[in-house]
T-cell receptor, first 111, second 113 residues
């Protein structure tokens, strides 16, 4: 069966510091991968998606970036965090159907 | 108009009652519809998917789809306190290779013992 991992689970970072969040999927090949952010009390905002290694599409212009160095690895990065980057970051995977399955998430607080 | 709209709630029902959650979407070409359950502090969990007009039942959950009215709903029968969560409606508004979903803002459900 498929499993999706995210780490770290929680993170507290000062404004202006860099960020690296990692997501890996097990038990499947060539998945579509997604990064979402959920601000407190808000809906899910799609940040990036990827249909293959090195293929990244950005949905919202911002100071975040994403990379997919391996088939089942998806990384979310920032060079300098802003207060507004605080939120619950969710990685999701999907295959040929439209279903998406979420990882456990990383709760980021920028102070 | 929001692309995927849900009643924001909160919705409270007594234990054992039927909870009805509603969702409307903007684009008639949409083909795929999903309901996710999100417990407080946790990530969303897929609980139902529906692709054709009509009803789809899975245990205590029934998803209903009416493409002509651009409306999808989730019924929870015999509601339990463990059903208390936020329910997210998701729609693939632009069918294509990227399989992107647009999520509603969610309806918070509380089942009272």
């Amino acid at each position: 069966s498929q499993t999706i991992h995210q780490w770290p689970a929680t993170l507290v970072q000062p404004v202006g510091s860099p960020l690296s969040l990692e997501c890996t999927v097990e038990g499947t090949s060539n998945p579509n991968l997604y990064w979402y952010r959920q601000a407190a009390g808000r809906g899910l905002q799609l940040l990036f998606y990827s249909v293959g290694i090195g293929q990244i599409s950005s949905e919202v212009p911002q100071n975040l970036s994403a990379s997919r160095p391996q088939d089942r690895q998806f990384i979310l990065s920032s060079k300098k965090l802003l207060l507004s980057d605080s939120g619950f970051y969710l990685c999701a995977w999907g295959l040929a159907g439209d279903e998406q399955y979420f990882g456990p998430g990383t709760r980021l607080t920028v102070t | 108009q929001k692309e995927v709209e849900q009643n924001s709630g909160p919705l409270s029902v007594p234990e054992g009652a039927i909870a009805s959650l509603n969702c409307t979407y903007s684009d008639r070409v949409s083909q795929s519809f999903f309901w996710y359950r999100q417990y407080s502090g946790k990530s969303p969990e897929l609980i139902m998917s529906i692709y054709s007009n009509g009803d789809k039942e899975d245990g205590r959950f029934t998803a209903q789809l009416n493409k002509a009215s651009q409306y999808v709903s989730l019924l929870i029968r015999d509601s339990q306190p463990s059903d208390s969560a936020t329910y997210l409606c998701a729609v693939n508004l632009r069918p294509g290779s990227a399989r992107q979903l647009t999520f509603g803002s969610g309806t918070q459900l509380t089942v009272l013992p």
